[in-house]
């Protein structure tokens, strides 16, 4: 899907608030409500828009500890990888899973629980049973500066921009 001008300012009103309403971003950015509308339905279908979620607070809700948990494999095939990912959508406590390169590790998850009981418990009884993982290596995080899920969109604006250009200079 080709992005303008008005399709990168609702990205980035719903990136930093997915409840404002069709009405309210129609009118921060100068479209009428029914055209606003069918570009949000459009970036919705294009699957630029994956998802409306609600972010919740760890802290409030009792969830103390996050740790970055590094995970080493015994074998690097794609049914051993297929095997751990399927395994651990299912725990809730999985807010991330990459499969990553330029580590010992193959795998990093975040993991958010209470605290440090929670965090053996899950670390002892659920990702050390998981057929293959032969090492382990947990990062705690003290502190998150930064904690966003806002893309930066500057890079498409760029690119829309480009293309307006090389569009006139034709």
Avoid: W
């Amino acid at each position: 899907m080709k992005l303008d001008s008005y399709d990168l300012k609702i990205l980035d009103l719903l990136q930093h608030d997915g409840g404002l309403s069709n009405q309210e971003i129609a009118e921060r950015i100068g479209l009428s409500p029914s055209p606003c509308s069918r570009r949000i339905k459009q970036l919705e279908e294009a699957g630029v828009i994956r998802e409306r979620v609600a972010r919740l607070s760890p802290q409030a809700l009792g969830l103390e500890l996050t740790v970055l948990l590094h995970i080493r494999m015994d074998r690097h095939t794609p049914e051993r990888f297929e095997q751990f990912e399927k395994i651990v959508r299912r725990y809730p406590e999985v807010q991330e899973c990459y499969l990553i390169t330029g580590q010992e590790a193959d795998y990093q998850l975040k993991i958010i629980v209470p605290g440090m009981d929670a965090y053996q418990d899950f670390l002892l009884n659920k990702i050390t049973r998981i057929d293959g993982v032969i090492g382990v290596h947990s990062s705690f995080v003290l502190r998150k500066p930064i904690d966003t899920t806002a893309l930066p969109l500057t890079y498409a604006q760029r690119a829309l921009q480009a293309s307006a250009r090389e569009t006139a200079r034709r």
